[in-house]
């Protein structure tokens, strides 16, 4: 049977990684993600999860252990946050570069130095061309279905997915959640089966060193070389965006949530101006919107829940009737704009009737992201009279600032 629960995201998280039936769990704590592995860590130590919880020293060896346990056939997780993401940058690329279907939840934490154990983007989206699938929920109910439909995603496409979700907003917050019937998900996911496991019965090759051009392998098949292989990845990952939607249509059939894994809007189909937010920002710009629609102002936002790939035509196609659009982040490309900024629009240079973009950024480090302040700037962008000279759109606005 289901269950609903009232607990933590991480806790939520926990349970759906035991769930989904991963059999090796190897991660190192690090704030605001040690909770999720100390669960794990007691599931395992009660008998009451199937699974072998590797200790380790830390976070690299921590992906190294998952990328062993996924080549010997092994569904593997792990999970980090901040700084223990970019300690694992090396073994990110390993692991998408070795088409290894790895879950990592990473709750998201802002990045030293200085040093910081609060909430924002950075360490996700300084990771963003690593080669994985980068999806962000918004509540705990969203950590529990994103965790184990990405299982499924990343043993189809054979990428590595990253379930994001915000440090404390999420990890540490009470919220009512239902977990789906164990039996019920064992027939949505079923055991991973790895095609090319290691097995001394059956020896192969595996990412040894490739050379620049195409050449035959031992069976006369022409095989591709390192530039092949990558536009593979790339090309692949672009068609995860389909396999997404058709894991979620499924998801949603079965268990009866779903419905909008790419994006998530709300009072969008009349608005003249929308917000593109990720994660918990997006939820808390429902209230800006309900509050500029008491003002006369057609509002809405659009929530992005896949970051990687990037939704470019569904996007671009979303943004079509709005009048203005506002890029609400809490990461940053240093010395551009904010990253999902440019992503967008980037997406809607080639639409002839593009929509006006403005970028601000928010709550970095963990600053206060006050709800009356996001109102306050987004009524201002709506009522903007005088078209803005190109430089000023294209110029971050920082909301919150002290100095």
Same mark, same amino acid.
């Given at each position: ?5 009232? /607990? ?48 380790? @020293? ?6 190294? =252990? ?10 593997? &997780? ?11 940058? @090396? ?11 790895? =879950? ?6 802002? !990045? ?10 950075? /360490? ?10 980068? =999806? ?26 990253? !379930? ?20 019920? !998900?064992? @027939? ?20 040894? =060193?490739?050379?620049? /051009? ?31 939607? @058709? ?7 079965? &268990? ?31 209230? !800006? ?20 790939? &990037? ?16 890029? &609400? ?43 009356? /302040? ?30």
């Amino acid at each position: 049977m289901s269950e609903k629960r009232i /607990d933590s995201g991480n806790t939520a998280a926990a349970l759906a990684v035991r769930l989904a039936g991963a059999e090796v769990i190897a991660a190192y704590p690090i704030t605001p993600q040690t909770p999720l592995t100390e669960k794990l860590s007691e599931l395992i130590a009660a008998g009451e999860m199937d699974a072998e919880y590797v200790a380790v @020293e830390s976070e690299h060896s921590a992906l190294g =252990v998952c990328i062993g346990a996924a080549s010997a056939g092994v569904r593997a &997780f792990t999970a980090t946050s901040s700084n223990g993401l970019l300690y694992m940058s @090396e073994q990110l690329h390993w692991a998408a570069g070795a088409r290894l279907p790895l =879950v990592m939840c990473v709750v998201n934490r802002g !990045v030293g130095a200085p040093w910081s154990v609060w909430n924002d983007h950075q /360490d996700a989206i300084s990771q963003r061309d690593a080669g994985w699938i980068q =999806v962000f929920a918004k509540d705990h109910q969203e950590i529990v279905d994103m965790t184990l439909k990405a299982f499924r995603l990343a043993e189809l496409v054979h990428i590595p997915v990253m !379930v994001n979700y915000d440090g404390y907003y999420l990890s540490h917050t009470y919220m009512p959640y239902e977990l789906p019937d164990a039996a019920a !998900v064992k @027939e949505f996911l079923p055991p991973y089966r790895y095609l090319h496991t290691l097995d001394p019965a059956r020896p192969e090759s595996l990412n040894t =060193v490739t050379l620049p /051009d195409a050449r035959n392998d031992i069976h006369g098949v022409k095989q591709g070389g390192y530039m092949d292989i990558r536009h593979n990845l790339h090309q692949e990952m672009r068609l995860a965006m389909d396999l997404w939607e @058709e894991i979620d249509a499924d998801y949603q059939r079965r &268990f009866g949530r779903g419905g909008a894994p790419i994006l998530d809007p709300y009072r969008c189909a009349d608005a003249d101006f929308v917000v593109v937010a990720m994660g918990t920002l997006a939820n808390q710009f429902r209230d !800006v919107v309900d509050r500029l629609r008491e003002d006369g102002l057609k509002a809405g936002v659009l929530a992005l829940q896949i970051y990687r790939p &990037f939704p470019t035509a569904r996007i671009a196609e979303a943004l079509q009737g709005a009048k203005g659009v506002m890029v &609400f982040e809490k990461g940053l490309s240093y010395g551009n704009q904010g990253a999902l900024y440019a992503d967008l629009k980037s997406a809607l240079y080639p639409y002839p009737n593009r929509p006006a973009l403005q970028n601000f950024i928010v709550g970095l480090g963990g600053r206060d992201i006050r709800t009356d /302040d996001l109102y306050q700037h987004m009524k201002s962008a709506c009522l903007q009279e005088a078209p803005l000279a190109p430089e000023q759109l294209d110029t971050p606005q920082w909301i919150g600032l002290q100095l």
